[in-house]
């Protein structure tokens, strides 16, 4: 299995713009997750969906975030617009349910900077 | 969810044993201990998980105090590769919830 696939890997744009991150979860898992990674707050989920159905997107910062996820092997999240704060580095993560909590396996991320 | 406390960093040498700590005093009887590492310029990845028992995997063994507020992560013979962040995690086991981050331990080895 190829893995989490996020593309792009990196993203350069400048302030006001449109920025959609995409993420292909592993064939087979019922779970996605959609982190971000800043030096100042850490790993910090954004939002998480199951069956294809967010289940908390409270940690969406705020409504220039959204996240779709239209079938069970793919997903985007977009920023509209874009500010400066939102440089950081996003990760998907997929997983299957598992007692206990399923291994939750990322993907590589995608290293956004807006200028 | 429940927190833990890790140590910000630690030193090994290479090839030897490394200990990681992590103390988790307000864990719930059903949340499981979870660790992930994170390896520079990569995601996190999957390490081991325990509920009660000492578990062992290829990658490293856990063990877990018998009043389950506290464990330990063991990598046997640390490389250079296991240079990495290890963060603790407690998961409810009740369903698929997501990972709560902490500042999780950052491990240096040295050759």
């Known amino acids: 299995d190829a893995g989490v696939i996020q593309s792009p890997r990196h993203e350069v744009t400048e302030m006001g713009q449109e920025v959609t991150l995409r993420c292909k979860p592993i064939s087979g898992h019922n779970s996605l997750f959609w982190y971000r990674q800043t030096m100042m707050r850490g790993l910090e989920l954004l939002i998480y969906?199951?069956?294809?159905?967010?289940?908390?997107d409270s940690g969406m910062p705020e409504d220039r975030f959204s996240a779709k996820m239209p079938n069970a092997s793919f997903s985007t999240l977009k920023i509209q617009p874009s500010e400066p704060r939102d440089s950081a580095v996003y990760f998907c993560a997929s997983s299957i349910y598992l007692a206990g909590g399923g291994t939750q396996y990322f993907g590589p991320g995608t290293r956004l900077t807006v200028l | 969810d429940a927190k833990t406390t890790q140590p910000n960093s630690m030193e090994s040498n290479e090839e030897e044993p490394v200990h990681l700590p992590c103390n988790h005093s307000?864990?719930?009887?059903?949340?499981?201990i979870h660790w992930y590492r994170q390896l520079p310029s990569q995601g996190p990845e999957y390490v081991i998980h325990g509920l009660t028992s000492n578990v062992n995997n290829r990658m490293a063994s856990l063990a877990i105090a018998e009043d389950r507020k506290s464990s330990t992560l063991i990598l046997h013979r640390a490389t250079l590769r296991d240079a990495a962040v290890y963060y603790c995690?407690?998961?409810?086991?009740?369903?698929?919830?997501?990972?709560?981050f902490g500042k999780g331990t950052r491990l240096s080895v040295i050759a």
């Open positions: 307000t864990i719930s009887g059903t949340d499981y």
């Open positions: 995690i407690l998961r409810d086991g009740s369903g698929n919830t997501p990972l709560v």
């Open positions: 969906f199951n069956n294809n159905v967010p289940i908390d």
